[in-house]
């Protein structure tokens, strides 16, 4: 399937477009385990920034998604980028202690 009429990026529906990308892309098992519920995309200019709650999770996406999610930004002119959102990590850390 190709997202290159999709994938826009300027508005938070877009990113859910994204996502299903790369669902798609990598498949929903794959995603489910390692995206659903525990990522967030934002646009950063010509950025998608993909928020994680730890370093360690930033460190495996990136070796291990960063070409998939690339590619598929790469018809739109964008590239993506894996950063710590201190948000999602305080949510994590909120669950581990409960």
């Known amino acids: 399937m190709t997202y290159t009429k999709q994938l ?3 508005a938070d529906e877009d990113c859910i477009i994204l996502a299903d990308a ?9 995603y ?10 934002k646009r950063k200019g010509k950025v998608a920034l ?17 070409a998939d999610i690339k590619e598929l ?10 950063v710590v959102d201190p948000e999602l990590a305080e949510a994590a850390a909120k669950r581990m202690a409960s």
């Open 50 to 66: 993909i928020g994680v709650p730890s370093a360690f999770q930033r460190d495996f996406l990136k070796q291990t998604f960063v």
């Open 22 to 30: 790369i669902a798609d892309r990598i498949g929903q098992a794959r």
């Open 73 to 82: 930004l790469r018809a739109i002119g964008m590239t993506a980028d894996f």
């Open 8 to 10: 826009r990026l300027e």
């Open 32 to 41: 489910s385990l390692w995206f659903a519920g525990k990522t967030r995309i």
